[in-house]
T-cell receptor, first 109, second 112 residues
Framework: LAKTTQPISMDSYEGQEVNITCSHNNIATNDYITWYQQFPSQGPRFIIQGYKTKVTNEVASLFIPADRKSSTLSLPRVSLSDTAVYYCLVLDSNYQLIWGAGTKLIIKP | DSGVTQTPKHLITATGQRVTLRCSPRSGDLSVYWYQQSLDQGLQFLIQYYNGEERAKGNILERFSAQQFPDLHSELNLSSLELGDSALYFC???????????FGPGTRLTVT
């Protein structure tokens, strides 16, 4: 069974780059790694998804090493509105959805 | 607005009762997922359907059941409710299994 590990919380300041890493083992070899953002009392919102190497979109980058045992979400130049909980999601070899426990990111002025 | 709708928004009921939560996926999405989130906790995956068929099962209690109908909407049935079932229940949908999920606003269930 796959397992994910994320830091429980992180602090940063406006304008900084923030990197959140999720460790995951025994994940499916051919499936995506996905990251979500969640604000209090709202459903999670999709940020980015990748399979290998690096993916970038308008809000974030996702780095996945060749062994796929971890992934790093990179948020460039964060603002106060990026304060939220961030989750990684992987699929294990039995097609079970494995969510990380979430990283509470607090951005300070 | 993700395009996923859930009803009702809030539900207050008593222990031992049964409730049904409803979800309509985004137009074109064939896969539906159900999650439970207790206060200040992470997401607990309950169950996934794809085009009417159950695809994956997570930590869903035997007292809970779900189905996806031919029009692709889904219902989650919770029975013999306990105080510990109080939580936010989210539905999500995706165009294909395991692609990006779009979440509804959730149903907040309070069991008294």
């Amino acid at each position: 069974l796959a397992k994910t590990t994320q830091p429980i919380s992180m602090d940063s300041y406006e304008g900084q780059e923030v990197n959140i890493t999720c460790s995951h083992n025994n994940i499916a070899t051919n499936d995506y790694i996905t990251w979500y953002q969640q604000f209090p009392s709202q459903g999670p919102r999709f940020i980015i998804q990748g399979y290998k190497t690096k993916v970038t979109n308008e809000v974030a980058s996702l780095f996945i090493p060749a062994d796929r045992k971890s992934s790093t979400l990179s948020l460039p130049r964060v603002s106060l509105s990026d304060t939220a909980v961030y989750y990684c999601l992987v699929l294990d070899s039995n097609y079970q959805l494995i969510w990380g426990a979430g990283t509470k990111l607090i951005i300070k002025p | 607005d993700s395009g996923v709708t859930q009803t009702p928004k809030h539900l207050i009921t008593a222990t031992g009762q049964r409730v049904t939560l409803r979800c309509s996926p985004r137009s074109g999405d064939l896969s539906v997922y159900w999650y439970q989130q207790s206060l200040d906790q992470g997401l607990q995956f309950l169950i996934q359907y794809y085009n009417g068929e159950e695809r994956a099962k997570g930590n869903i209690l035997e007292r809970f059941s779900a189905q996806q109908f031919p029009d692709l909407h889904s219902e989650l049935n919770l029975s013999s409710l306990e105080l510990g079932d109080s939580a936010l229940y989210f539905c999500a949908s995706s165009v294909e299994p395991d692609r990006e999920q779009y979440f509804g606003p959730g149903t907040r269930l309070t069991v008294t």
